[in-house]
Structures are given as C-alpha cells and as structure tokens.
C-alpha cells in the first residue's frame, strides 16, 4: 500500500500571493475560501471553517507529483490572475485553459469528504459540507488526465455594492464553489455538472459572468 500524504488544496504559491497581497494593503484584505450550497442557496461558514489553506486530501506521493506537474507548474503563471485585474474575463478560454483545470481541480478537493483541517477543532470539521461525487470525479480526473466531462466552471464578479451569486440548475447534482475575496469585490467561482447557471444580482449593471470550463470554439466569451 502506498503511504498516503496530506496534499494542500492550494499550493504555497498562491498562499504566498495572497500574503504578499495582504502586506501591500497592510491588512487581511485578499481571503480564499471555500463556498458551499444548501439546496439553490450558497452558504459561506465562518472563514476559519472553511480556510482552504487549512484544508488537505489524503493523497499518496505518486499523485501528489502527479498533481504537482499536472496542474499547479502550468496553472503558476495565471495565479496573480485571480488577485489583481479583469484578465479571468479579458483573456481567451485557451490562454487560462490551465487556470481553469487547476480550478475545479481544487474546488473538488476542497469538497473531498475525506480532507482534514490543520489546526482546527473538530467542531470547525464537522461544519463543513463534502460533497459525495467527488472521489469518483477525482479517480476520472487521475485515470483519464482529462476533466470528467459532465463539469462547468463558471466565474462572476461580485462588487461591494452589488451582491452577486451563481445558481445553477435545478438539476444539477453537483454544486460547489470557491470565493475569492479583494479590495475591489469576491470573485465567485462555481463547478456544477450542468450547462446552465443563472445569476442573482440586485438592480443595476449587469455582473461579470463568464464560463471559463469547458473550452468552446475560441469564443472570448460564453454566457
């Protein structure tokens, strides 16, 4: 049997962004953390709870370097993306091609009903919802080196004075996100298994919204 290990759902790199991000502003302004759903409404816990860099996936060494060459050394370029500016929006699907896989990589593990939490009380572990699709989605994700093909990952950006939230489908089975908090607003990101999503905004401009996965015919935009 191989010897298991504790893979981080992000890796240093982007925990060191975010923390040189934070200094700049002299605050704890950037945040990342996981974002779940309670039948058509997206819950966000407490921060502490869902600290994404908190949470690891047993995972053995083999598909620990496996995920290391796979998806973080691609997708380590297209980090700042996520912190600073519109580029998730402006560029091409095929130039954040890799972002995007590294996305619903670490949206499904920080769902995995097997993470742990460094550092936490069992009562913040217990909070969190796994979602139960996961390891088959992440044993297709190891077998095929492909994304499984039923998933979408959409991406909008919430103001401060505009609430924004993704909703997908009714029938959707799977339903999982990640925010992104900065100055500016939260970047919402949303992996479902189905092809539509609708948007819940307040009176006004319309939100960013954009499907970033999966790739389709080199259009700069799909929604």
Not at 76 to 100: N, V
């Amino acid at each position: 049997m191989k010897k298991a290990t504790g893979e981080h759902a992000l890796p240093e790199q982007l925990l060191k962004l975010l923390g040189d991000a934070n200094n700049l502003v002299l605050g704890k302004t950037y945040d990342m953390y996981a974002a779940t759903y309670q039948g058509h409404r997206e819950k966000e816990t407490r921060k502490l709870d869902n600290s994404l860099s908190a949470i690891r996936v047993p995972c053995c060494v083999s598909c620990n370097q496996w995920l290391n060459e796979t998806f973080e050394k691609p997708a380590a370029e297209h980090l700042p993306k996520l912190i600073q500016g519109r580029m998730i929006f402006t560029s091409t699907q095929s130039d954040i091609a890799p972002l995007s896989r590294w996305l619903i990589k670490t949206i499904l593990m920080s769902h995995h009903p097997r993470v742990h939490y460094t550092g936490l009380t069992w009562k913040a572990k217990d909070g969190f919802a796994a979602n139960g699709a996961v390891p088959d989605l992440l044993r297709v994700l190891r077998k095929t080196g492909e994304m499984p093909q039923q998933l979408s990952l959409w991406a909008a950006m919430a103001t401060r004075g505009e609430p924004v939230l993704l909703r997908p489908d009714p029938d959707a089975i799977i339903r999982m996100g990640m925010n992104i908090a900065r100055p500016d607003g939260i970047l919402r990101l949303t992996v479902t298994d189905t092809d539509g999503m609708s948007v819940a905004h307040v009176d006004g401009t319309r939100p960013e919204v954009r499907r970033l996965w999966p790739l389709c015919g080199g259009c700069a935009s799909c929604f």
